[in-house]
């Protein structure tokens, strides 16, 4: 490539170069495409060297709303399903989507833009841009828990591997999304400096990432001898706006019990149900859970299994109980991080933009373990599984094994959401070291060890069962222990690094 030319790419072209940049972001998003992780933001840091602050700005939105053009489509069938068929609403989602995430690229710009332009040494600039866009993928994730749809996180191209996350022990999905942002860095300077060693330290920084994966196996490996946990997985499918009269609701719940039947001769220690399994709350004299519980009289068993907890007036809670005696044993655990649009109505202070859902999902305080019969469980549920800080303190409270509970049906026209709910699972079964099972009711279900490696995988538009078997593991990685420890690095090296950045170099 003519290096001269990337000095000289008029403005034109560089917003070319930032559209490109959207696009491979969407490619790495929609197909979990690894080799895009590395490369998707090369485009835009090379459109944003020797401009003035606010053509970068503008560079940064472009790449963010191409991005959600092509990652936000899903919108147009899950908002007019749930806005009763008013397609304008789904429409002015849509765009308002586009636009919000083209802020949260250009909000990244903000913070690239002097670490792309300064006058530090290559391994120092490329470390800043790095650390920058570390610390700004950490903040979206953390404080945007509801719209998981808004976190440009570079590591969700890598979850369809299991060998390329394994750094996760160390720091989670961001450490990750670190070395891919610091490989997109080291790439985008050497094809804009006149030096080509510096592809070799491009090289050299992508080798010390595939290291970290090695030594992550070494440090922490896969248990020996470890006790199974017999789990059975009841996923009754039901359409998400399945109407329940007298008829439907009769039929719905005999064909739940034949499942419950069916997987009982299993003999499982624990049967995992999906999340709001029936549109009625949880009450002790249920006759449907009173017969499914009642099923498990002559074996050691007990149920996960998500309903809703009355609230006050249309506030309910979005709930996972475990059962073993309706009037014996029962645990609850209520999510903590409602999805926007659906279960909380997107806002701005108290001021209502969109209405949602005709209820409101309160959201639960604390984080629970199930004592299960089959073994201690960490339960999160649905968009949860998405959400890192959802995960923190399972294992310090001894969980061997984690769960996640969901409903996909809302955004089952979206394959690729479906699976990178689904494989978003595999990132924490890593991090945290512990087998991971996960229950969705119309979309993907299945298991993962705490290596990563896919126990089982399964899809179905009827209702199916299924057994797996997890081990039992109280291992407590470092991330488990510090999840912030490498926020914290990443926020110090932007430290040392912000005092030569008043004099960034002349445009």
């Known amino acids: 490539m003519n290096i001269t030319v990337l000095h000289t790419c008029t403005l034109k072209q560089r917003f070319l170069l930032s ?8 490619v790495l998003v929609i197909l979990n495409n690894p080799l895009c992780s590395f490369i998707a933001l090369v485009p835009l840091i090379i459109a944003m060297h020797k401009v003035r602050f606010r053509q970068a700005l503008a560079l940064g939105f472009v790449s963010g709303s191409v991005l959600s053009l092509f990652t ?4 147009l069938y899950s908002v007019t399903e749930f806005s009763n068929g008013k397609w304008f609403v789904a429409a002015g989602v849509y765009i308002l989507s586009s636009i919000l995430l083209g802020l949260v690229l250009l909000l990244a710009a903000a913070v690239l833009y002097k670490f792309v332009n300064n006058r530090h040494s290559f391994l120092l600039r490329s470390l800043g841009i790095a650390s920058a866009w570390a610390v700004f993928e950490f903040l979206f994730s953390y404080f945007l828990t509801g719209s998981f749809w808004f976190h440009p996180a570079l590591y969700k191209g890598l979850v369809s591997t299991n060998f390329l996350i394994q750094p996760a022990v160390f720091g989670g999905g961001i450490l990750i999304s670190f070395f891919c942002a610091w490989v997109n860095a080291a790439l985008a300077l050497a094809l804009l400096a006149p030096h080509r060693k510096y592809f070799g330290y491009t090289v050299l920084i992508f080798a010390a990432f595939l290291g970290l994966s090695y030594a992550a196996l070494l440090i922490y490996p896969e248990p020996a001898d470890a006790e199974k946990a017999r789990i059975a997985v009841i996923n009754t499918n039901q359409p998400v706006h399945q109407k329940w009269d007298e008829q439907t609701g009769n039929q719905a719940v005999q064909e739940m019990l034949r499942l419950n039947a069916e997987a009982t001769k299993l003999n499982a220690g624990l049967k995992i149900w999906t999340e709001a399994v029936v549109p009625w709350t949880y009450r002790k004299d249920d ?9 498990d009289s002559s074996q050691n068993s007990g149920h996960i299994i998500g309903l809703l907890t009355d609230g006050a007036g249309t506030e309910f809670y979005n709930s996972a109980y475990y059962l073993e005696d309706m009037h014996g044993v029962v645990q609850r655990y209520d999510k903590r991080f409602p999805l926007a649009y659906a279960e909380v109505p997107l806002s701005i202070g108290a001021m209502p933009l969109l ?3 005709d209820m409101i999902i309160r959201p639960g305080q604390h984080s629970v373990i199930f004592n299960t019969l089959a073994g201690r469980a960490g339960i999160t549920v649905c968009n949860e599984s998405l959400v890192d800080k959802a995960y923190y303190g399972l294992a310090e409270q001894h969980a061997d094994f984690l769960v996640v509970i969901s409903n996909d049906g809302w955004i089952g026209n979206s394959d690729y959401l479906l699976r990178q709910h689904f494989y978003s699972a595999r990132m924490h079964a890593v991090a945290n070291r512990k087998d991971i099972v996960v229950n969705s009711n119309l979309g993907y279900s299945g298991a993962f060890s705490s290596m990563g490696i896919e126990l089982l995988k399964r899809k179905e538009e009827n209702g199916f069962v299924e057994q797996v078997s997890l081990s039992k593991n109280d291992t407590m990685t470092f991330y488990a222990r510090y999840p912030l420890f490498f926020i914290c690095f990443y926020l110090l090296s932007l430290l040392l690094l912000i005092y030569p950045l008043n004099t960034p170099k002349k445009v």
């Open 287 to 295: 006759d449907f859970l009173n017969a499914i519980v009642g099923a």
């Open 72 to 75: 936000s489509y899903w919108m």
């Open 19 to 26: 559209v490109l940049s959207g696009i491979l972001m969407a």
């Open 355 to 357: 209405k949602g859902a």
